[in-house]
């Protein structure tokens, strides 16, 4: 579900990306009484979510696909703060260095995916469902459904955005009524997913659920681990068996317009389409001026061996995991700075 430039104006990408920068302080002011052990947790987790993000998963009888999303499980793990701020972590990296989602349209991309699952579907719905007793039936219940809404909001959100923006060739109407049902079978996947990693977490180190102090099961060293591990398999390898068929967005556009992607001559859009095409050293994942792969069902093998993407994957991962800590040890460090300075006075 990541917007492109060609869907969102000037003004609707300048308006979003001033939200989002306003919600990232926010959560960077609030996220400073985040515990200590959230850190190496925050980049860890940035790392898996964008190496999960590359997978994505066929929707039956549809001709679509759809992918993690991820801000709901960083909410969870994390708490809505630092959720956010390493959702917004992912996209940034995908943006510049991969070209996945417009440089435009990042602040759409981080406030359709991370505001409405850390500050709207998190506490409003997982948290109310869940309560202060977790439990495997209320977990999988909460996360199932927050998982679905949250999908719905963000797809709407993708629909309004891009009405507003005046691509009159997409209809609200029709647009909306391809994005919502596509989306409600992505959110399926997406909730089934999340809350199996959600009690996975949950039955080996409970207080990271709960958000206690308290230390309970295995060592929070071995969650980060695991996922670090599953972060390098996901990226590296699984990432070949991604289907090949369009997302959720492109698939609607595809079904209104007859192309996936749709096309701007904006001086600002063809500017930082530039930009982007400098920065972006893995585009689409691959390397640069690589041999295209031909379509699914016309000579590609599958799974797709592709060393750009093992290398994307890993490079990308560990890009992210080094911006969300940095972003997580930033945050420690200004409030190790505030303590002190309240300390003197």
Known sequence: ????????????????????????????????????????????????????????????????????????LLAILLGPYAGFLTMASVLIIQ?????DGGLLALGCNIFNLGFYSCF????????????????????????????????????FSVVLETVVSGRTE?????????????????????GLVTASIVAFVWQARPEIIEHTSSARGISVSRILAAFALAAILTGGVLSWFASTRPDGLEWSIAKISGQEQLESNGTIHKVLAAVQAKVAFLPDYSFKNSPELPAAGHGQQWPAVNGGTSFAGLIGGIMTLLLAGLAGISIMYIKKLRKAKVFVE
Do not use: C
């Open 95 to 99: 943006a510049l260095f991969f070209a």
């Open 120 to 155: 709207i579907i998190y506490p409003l719905i997982y948290r109310l469902i869940v309560n202060k007793k977790p439990s495997t039936a209320r977990l999988f219940t909460g996360t199932l459904i927050a998982a679905v809404i949250g999908l719905q909001l963000g797809a």
């Open 1 to 72: 579900m990541h917007m492109a430039d060609a869907l969102i104006s000037p003004a609707v990408g300048a308006g979003m990306w001033a939200a989002t920068t306003g919600i990232a302080l926010y959560s960077i002011k609030k996220v400073q009484y985040m515990e200590n052990h959230k850190v190496p947790l925050m980049a860890v987790m940035g790392a898996f979510v964008f190496a999960a993000q590359m997978i994505n998963f066929s929707i039956p009888g549809t001709g679509s696909s759809g992918h993690l999303g991820g801000g709901l």
């Open 170 to 190: 997409l209809p609200f109407s029709t647009f909306v009524m391809l994005m919502q049902p596509i989306h409600l079978a992505i959110g399926i996947v997406e």
